[in-house]
């Protein structure tokens, strides 16, 4: 079985700070990781991925996120916080082993930028 | 706009009547996925389909649901009998899978909110 966990239910963080969102993961095989962003009232936007490759990958919006495979974990940061980035925030995990590429989220991290 | 949609945006039942959603995938996407996400918690997995195949059925899709993509297009998920544990977001999702073992996002649509009342 997969499994994603978002430690943190709430981010705070002042707007031109760097900011992290903590995911960590559990799956069978090698990992297929994402990073997903809701607003409210839509749909889940697709930021990033992790399929193979170089450790730090880049997404959308400004950013990036850091596969560790010996800690398990697939962490989102952005150097420079924005309002606009005050979202809720999910990492979901997919294995080929079985097939469907079927993702499992983390229950989510609201990020709250401020003035 | 060329995004997956999703029909109706809301809907409000009754236990024990029928619903129906109806999701429209990225045109040129093979796979389509239906998730459930109720307050507080992440999307979780019920099915998906490559195609007009329906591959997967989550443990969580009671004998109650019911999941089709009759001309691997369009799909439609139906709720009988609705209770009211089934009140949650209906999410689906669609991507492009060119080759086994390729991991391709998923696209998803607005959702619909579901109301058992």
């Known amino acids: 079985a997969q499994s994603v966990a978002q430690p943190e239910d709430q981010v705070n963080v002042a707007e031109g700070n760097p900011l992290t969102v903590k995911c960590t993961y559990s799956v069978s095989g090698n990992p297929y990781l994402f990073w997903y962003v809701q607003y409210p009232n839509r749909g889940l936007q697709f930021l990033l991925k992790y399929i193979t490759g170089d450790n730090l990958v880049k997404g959308s919006y400004g950013f990036e996120a850091e596969f560790n495979k010996s800690q398990t974990s697939f962490h989102l940061k952005k150097p420079s916080a924005l309002v606009s980035d005050s979202a809720l925030y999910f990492c979901?995990?997919?294995?080929?082993?079985?097939?469907?590429?079927?993702?499992?989220f983390g229950t989510g991290t609201q990020l709250k930028v401020e003035l | 706009d060329t995004g997956v949609s999703q029909n109706p945006r809301h809907k409000i039942t009754k236990r024990g009547q029928n619903v129906t959603f109806r999701c429209d995938p990225i045109s040129e996407h093979n796979r389509l996925y239906w998730y459930r996400q109720t307050l507080g918690q992440g999307p979780e997995f019920l099915t998906y389909f490559q195609n007009e195949a329906q591959l997967e059925k989550s443990r969580l899709l009671s004998d109650r649901f019911s999941a089709e993509r009759p001309k691997g297009s369009f799909s439609t998920l139906e709720i009988q009998r609705t209770e009211q544990g089934d009140s949650a977001m209906y999410l689906c999702?669609?991507?492009?899978?060119?080759?086994?073992?390729?991991?391709?996002?998923?696209?998803f649509g607005p959702g619909t909110r579901l109301t058992v009342t």
């Open positions: 979901a995990v997919s294995s080929f082993t079985g097939g469907g590429n079927k993702l499992t």
């Open positions: 999702a669609s991507s492009l899978v060119r080759s086994r073992g390729s991991a391709w996002e998923q696209y």
